[in-house]
């Protein structure tokens, strides 16, 4: 298993740019989420998903949007790009559980810079 | 979730057990503790968690007070590859955890 992808590893934006990060995972997991971690800060909640066709905002959802059409994508867009959003961002999943049981598995991160 | 309070850092000597503590006065009953790390900017790594008892796992132990607000991850042994941040977080469901700032762990020769 590869577990949780994330693509690009890097990327370099102009402000005013879009792009889409894609988070994948090969072990059917039913919860995803997507973090960002500013230097030398904790991972800030951004959005998550519960399931296929579903999406929630998380902590600080602005200037972000999500999608998730297939159980095993979770995918993280920024419209229009701002220095501020430059970060690291951090995929992970969860099995659904009828335990409250919180094993997330991340990503190795995409190194995002705005300029 | 219900807030958690650790100290910035940390250092321990190689091969000594490493005891980081976590306060979470407001837990609630159905709050489960979990701890996690993060190695040198990788993703974060699970490493335990536990509601009321004591917990152990081939990585670490943790120790819950009685009244559940605060908690003590331990890691008997610790080594150089220990050195990382590692994260408490005091949540039920999903979806909704912040990770803080957490404690960086200097684990020294």
């Known amino acids: 298993n590869a577990g949780v992808t994330q693509t690009p590893k890097f990327r370099v934006l102009k402000t005013g740019q879009s792009m889409t990060l894609l988070c994948a995972q090969d072990?059917?997991?039913?919860?995803m989420y997507w973090y960002r971690q500013d230097p030398g800060m904790g991972l800030r909640l951004i959005h998550y998903?519960?399931?296929?066709?579903?999406?929630a905002k998380g902590e600080v959802p602005d200037g972000y949007n999500v999608s998730r059409l297939k159980k095993q994508n979770f995918l993280l867009g920024l419209e229009s790009a701002a220095p501020s959003q430059t970060s690291v961002y951090f995929c992970?999943?969860?099995?659904?559980?009828?335990?409250?049981?919180?094993?997330?598995?991340f990503g190795p991160g995409t190194r995002l810079t705005v300029t | 979730d219900a807030k958690t309070t650790q100290p910035p850092s940390m250092d321990c000597a190689e091969g000594r057990a490493a005891n980081l503590p976590c306060n979470h006065s407001?837990?609630?009953?159905?709050?489960?503790v979990y701890w996690y790390r993060q190695i040198h900017s990788q993703g974060p790594q699970y490493i335990i968690h536990?509601?009321?008892n004591n917990e152990t796992n081939e990585m670490a132990s943790l120790i819950i007070t009685e009244d559940r607000k605060s908690s003590t991850l331990i890691l008997p042994h610790a080594t150089l590859r220990d050195t990382a941040v590692y994260y408490c977080?005091?949540?039920?469901?999903?979806?909704?955890?912040?990770f803080g700032d957490g404690t960086t762990l200097t684990v020294k020769p």
């Open positions: 977080i005091a949540s039920r469901y999903a979806g909704k955890s912040t």
């Open positions: 536990g509601l009321k």
């Open positions: 407001t837990i609630s009953g159905n709050e489960y």
């Open positions: 998903s519960v399931g296929e066709g579903t999406t």
């Open positions: 072990m059917n997991h039913e919860y």
């Open positions: 992970a999943s969860r099995k659904l559980s009828d335990r409250a049981v919180y094993e997330q598995y």
